[in-house]
């Protein structure tokens, strides 16, 4: 199964266009105010957040990018 249909059962609908998840915007996270201040709970957690949005990200790019160009 091509990294699309796993990551979204699917990259294209009955019409041949790509699922709408794929052209959704990369997400601008909201970081902790101060890290100097932060605790490290804090900064751990955005740090996941961060990896998991950027994660997110670079996969529907690729399945668009599959999508786009017919898996080759």
Known sequence: MSAC?????????????????????????????????????AIYVERINVARAYADCRQRHTDLVTFVTGGK
Not at 13 to 38: H, I, N, Q, W, Y
Request: aromatic residues 0%; proline residues 8%; negative net charge.
């Open 5 to 41: 249909a796993l990551a979204l059962a699917g990259c294209a609908t009955s019409s041949g266009r790509p699922s709408a998840a794929l052209l959704l915007p990369c997400m601008d996270l909201v970081l902790v105010d101060d890290p100097e201040t932060a605790s490290a709970k």
